[in-house]
């Protein structure tokens, strides 16, 4: 094996390899100190740790391209990875220590961003917190928002096919690429980085490089979509007696003429607890307890931008009218709307540091929602005593994150690797009667590949494998993640 720091005899025969990696890339761009390979062989919720014969950095789309033909040339695997945020160990590799990591970091150039038509052309290691900072300064936004903001990067993000909490409004990554640009398996690179409004050449091939997770090219660049800035926001947190009535209130704002409703979360009250008890000096908006609280976020544009606080408080004046709600608050600044939001960033942590638990990121068609939630949860916890389960996030897009508690007095490791396994084959049973996805915005990578196989379709599962046949013939890309 080809392990960081043990001169085996794979390692031995892949000599000839190091030796013209290192001359292609120099010092900088490949190393195989384990002090700086290390710290990337495992997935940043700790689930998966792999090792890895080196660390690769290219510097340009040139030097990747020669490095990945001489992947090739060698076979040695590759296991792209770009801020290490995912949820999925899709960029982790395996404990065989043949492949090879490779960290598109150093390729975070913004080539271009055109303020007239609306884009930005952007390498895969821009990290998502810099290319809305650089928006920012041109009056533009790229609406797409997650709290891995600050370690995320726009290549990883259009590899999974990341959504977020803008995904109502502006659809997921896959909706805001314009034009990509990524290195194939054997080397070549597919150029498609200018947009046409109109191109009927066949296939839209990018499209399929999106959310391939790497398996079928490794995305180097990207044209992305922006909008112009937020003028104004008003972010509302309500309290509702059920997801019904939390779906019946999304439909009620949804419907308001001449607003821009860009998200609406859901969180039940036992979500709103553990935040409190994890950030104690958090503030509940609101003083009393509800079954579910709401957060409701509404944009303008300079046009409405005047008028928008009091559209909002009519909407919602409409909404107690009509019962949809049982009690809301409005943000009086920028810096209340921000701690509103950071509430609902919170929950993941405060859900983890109650114990062990098993999370779910699934989704079911928009309008089954609450249904499925109110249905399965007592289920659930009926059919695993001790249990509780809970589901909080994206309403309006049918994805919520659906996680399973662990009863207290439990060994973390031996209840994940027994209860929790059998608990998550439930939950994806359910959720594929229901007619949802296992996957709904972090990708299949090694944590979900087995059950996509015992689950997906099998017309569908042949046409992955066709396409990654015909694309990676070697199985050199991401190897043992998707398919």
Same mark, same amino acid.
């Given at each position: 094996?080809?392990?960081?720091?043990?001169?085996?005899?794979?390692?031995?025969?892949?000599?000839?390899?190091?030796?013209?990696?290192?001359?292609?890339?120099?010092?900088?761009?490949?190393?195989?100190?384990?002090?700086?390979?290390?710290?990337?062989?495992?997935?940043?919720?700790?689930?998966?740790?792999?090792?890895?014969?080196?660390?690769?950095?290219?510097?340009?789309? $040139?030097?990747?391209?020669?490095?990945?033909?001489?992947?090739?040339?060698? !076979?040695?695997?590759?296991?792209?990875?770009?801020?290490?945020?995912?949820?999925?160990? !899709? =960029?982790?590799?395996?404990?065989? !220590?043949?492949?090879?990591?490779?960290?598109?970091?150093?390729?975070?150039?913004?080539?271009?961003?055109?303020?007239?038509?609306?884009?930005?052309?952007?390498?895969?290691?821009?990290?998502?917190?810099?290319?809305?900072?650089?928006?920012?300064?041109?009056?533009?936004?790229?609406?797409?928002?997650?709290?891995?903001?600050?370690? =995320?990067?726009?290549?990883?993000?259009?590899?999974?096919?990341?959504?977020?909490?803008?995904?109502?409004?502006?659809?997921?990554?896959?909706?805001?690429?314009?034009?990509?640009?990524?290195?194939?398996?054997?080397?070549?690179?597919?150029?498609?980085?200018?947009?046409?409004?109109?191109?009927?050449?066949?296939?839209?091939?990018?499209?399929?490089?999106?959310?391939?997770?790497?398996?079928?090219?490794?995305?180097?660049?990207?044209?992305?979509?922006?909008?112009?800035?937020?003028?104004?926001?008003?972010?509302?947190?309500?309290?509702?007696?059920?997801?019904?009535?939390?779906?019946?209130?999304?439909?009620?704002?949804?419907?308001?003429?001449?607003?821009?409703?860009?998200?609406?979360?859901?969180?039940?009250?036992?979500?709103?607890?553990?935040?409190?008890?994890?950030?104690?000096?958090?503030?509940?908006?609101?003083?009393?307890?509800?079954?579910?609280?709401?957060?409701?976020?509404?944009?303008?544009?300079? =046009?409405?931008?005047?008028?928008?606080?009091?559209?909002?408080?009519?909407?919602?004046?409409?909404?107690?009218?009509?019962?949809?709600?049982?009690?809301?608050?409005?943000? =009086?600044?920028?810096?209340?709307?921000?701690?509103?939001?950071?509430?609902?960033?919170?929950?993941?942590?405060? $859900?983890?540091?109650?114990?062990?638990?098993?999370?779910?990121?699934?989704?079911?068609?928009?309008?089954?929602?609450?249904?499925?939630?109110?249905?399965?949860?007592?289920?659930?916890?009926?059919?695993?005593?001790?249990?509780?389960?809970?589901?909080?996030?994206?309403?309006?897009?049918?994805?919520?994150?659906?996680?399973?508690?662990?009863?207290?007095?439990?060994?973390?490791?031996?209840?994940?690797?027994?209860?929790?396994?059998?608990?998550?084959?439930?939950?994806?049973?359910?959720?594929?009667?229901?007619?949802?996805?296992?996957?709904?915005?972090?990708?299949?990578?090694?944590?979900?590949?087995?059950?996509?196989?015992?689950?997906?379709?099998?017309?569908?599962?042949?046409?992955?494998?066709?396409?990654?046949?015909?694309?990676?013939?070697?199985?050199?890309?991401?190897?043992?993640?998707?398919?």
């Amino acid at each position: 094996m080809c392990h960081i720091g043990a001169m085996t005899a794979s390692l031995v025969s892949l000599d000839p390899f190091f030796e013209d990696a290192l001359a292609l890339l120099g010092p900088r761009g490949l190393t195989r100190d384990p002090d700086l390979v290390s710290p990337w062989l495992t997935d940043w919720r700790g689930r998966f740790t792999g090792e890895a014969c080196a660390l690769a950095s290219p510097a340009n789309v $040139e030097e990747l391209s020669q490095l990945v033909r001489l992947c090739g040339q060698h !076979g040695v695997p590759i296991v792209p990875q770009g801020g290490n945020s995912g949820m999925s160990g !899709g =960029a982790t590799p395996d404990q065989t !220590g043949e492949a090879l990591l490779l960290s598109l970091r150093r390729m975070n150039r913004i080539r271009d961003i055109d303020i007239e038509a609306g884009r930005v052309t952007c390498e895969a290691g821009v990290v998502l917190q810099t290319l809305h900072e650089a928006a920012e300064a041109k009056d533009l936004r790229f609406p797409l928002t997650l709290g891995g903001k600050g370690s =995320a990067t726009v290549g990883g993000l259009i590899s999974t096919n990341a959504g977020g909490s803008q995904v109502l409004r502006h659809g997921s990554m896959r909706a805001l690429v314009l034009g990509l640009e990524a290195v194939l398996a054997d080397g070549q690179v597919f150029s498609m980085l200018t947009p046409l409004k109109k191109d009927n050449r066949g296939f839209d091939l990018k499209q399929l490089l999106i959310g391939s997770e790497g398996t079928l090219g490794i995305v180097t660049a990207a044209t992305l979509r922006l909008l112009p800035a937020v003028t104004e926001r008003v972010v509302i947190w309500a309290g509702v007696s059920s997801l019904p009535a939390a779906r019946a209130l999304l439909l009620h704002c949804d419907a308001m003429e001449g607003e821009a409703l860009e998200g609406f979360e859901v969180m039940p009250q036992a979500s709103i607890d553990a935040v409190k008890e994890h950030m104690p000096a958090a503030r509940a908006p609101l003083e009393g307890r509800h079954a579910w609280h709401v957060l409701i976020e509404v944009v303008a544009d300079r =046009a409405g931008a005047a008028t928008l606080r009091d559209r909002c408080e009519a909407m919602m004046a409409d909404a107690f009218e009509k019962e949809l709600l049982e009690d809301a608050a409005m943000s =009086a600044s920028e810096a209340q709307a921000e701690a509103f939001w950071l509430i609902r960033e919170t929950v993941p942590a405060a $859900e983890r540091a109650r114990g062990p638990a098993v999370q779910h990121d699934i989704s079911v068609p928009v309008e089954k929602m609450p249904a499925f939630v109110e249905t399965t949860a007592p289920m659930l916890e009926a059919e695993f005593p001790g249990t509780e389960a809970i589901a909080f996030g994206h309403l309006g897009d049918g994805n919520v994150h659906y996680h399973v508690i662990a009863p207290q007095v439990t060994d973390g490791k031996a209840w994940n690797a027994n209860e929790g396994k059998a608990i998550s084959r439930r939950v994806h049973d359910l959720v594929t009667q229901w007619g949802g996805s296992i996957s709904a915005e972090h990708g299949i990578g090694q944590l979900k590949r087995d059950e996509l196989v015992r689950l997906g379709d099998p017309v569908a599962l042949h046409m992955l494998r066709a396409v990654k046949q015909a694309l990676d013939p070697q199985g050199l890309l991401n190897p043992g993640k998707l398919i």
